[in-house]
Nanobody, 123 residues
Framework: QVQLIESGGGLVQAGGSLSLSCAAS???????KGWFRQAPGKEREFVARIRWSGSDTFYTDSVKGRFTISRDNTKNTVTLQMNSLKHEDTAVYYC?????????????????WGQGTQVTVSS
């Protein structure tokens, strides 16, 4: 059973930056890894994903150009660098992993989840 542990959340002013990191408890270099977020009263939504090579990435439109997902397979980690943060980015951010090639953007298709880390952007 893969465990995912996120770190790096916090409070930041609008326009600022935060970096989230997620460490896996087992080797997961061939897993697709991603980030989701859930704001109060809303459903969990896809943010970004990265395939094993690190060069194949995909983002939801609202974060394109501001967020960057990357991974280090030697350390079993995935990182989400968030720049130019907006108030509407406020949410609990979850790391996810899937052993399947194309889990898509639906949360139900992802097998492993972290516990979540709070990101609050003050306006």
């Amino acid at each position: 059973q893969v465990q995912l542990i996120e770190s790096g959340g916090g409070l930041v002013q609008a326009g600022g930056s935060l970096s989230l990191s997620c460490a896996a408890s087992l080797p997961t270099s061939d897993y697709v890894k991603g980030w989701f977020r859930q704001a109060p009263g809303k459903e969990r939504e896809f943010v970004a994903r990265i395939r094993w090579s690190g060069s194949d990435t995909f983002y939801t439109d609202s974060v394109k150009g501001r967020f960057t997902i990357s991974r280090d397979n030697t350390k079993n980690t995935v990182t989400l660098q968030m720049n130019s943060l907006k108030h509407e980015d406020t949410a609990v951010y979850y790391c996810a992993a899937s052993p399947y090639l194309a889990p898509g953007t639906e949360p139900g298709n992802w097998m492993y989840w972290g516990q979540g880390t709070q990101v609050t952007v003050s306006s």
